[in-house]
């Protein structure tokens, strides 16, 4: 692993495919989403202009993970 691909590691999840395809952020998301069985849906949120959509989504989600952590896995 490069310094760089290390630091982008930091910002964004990715993904080496075997082909060596690189795919990062709301993209990398949807190929996870395809190999757990969601294959139909991850296809269609790939198009535009559904993936933008994907793609704004997960920089808003990444950008506040602190956040999102106190939201979603609050101790009770």
Not at 13 to 42: K, N, P, Q, Y
Not at 57 to 76: D, P, Q, S, T
Request: aromatic share 10%; net charge positive; hydrophobic share 50%.
């Amino acid at each position: 692993m490069t310094p760089e691909l290390a630091e982008a590691c930091g910002l964004a999840m990715h993904i080496v495919c075997r082909d060596g395809t690189l795919l990062r952020a709301g993209r990398a998301a949807l190929f996870i989403a395809g190999e757990i069985g969601w294959r139909r849906s991850s296809r269609f949120l790939s198009i535009p202009p559904m993936i933008w959509f994907v793609e704004l989504g997960y920089a808003l989600v990444a950008g506040n993970r602190r956040l999102m952590g106190r939201i979603f896995f609050r101790k009770e």
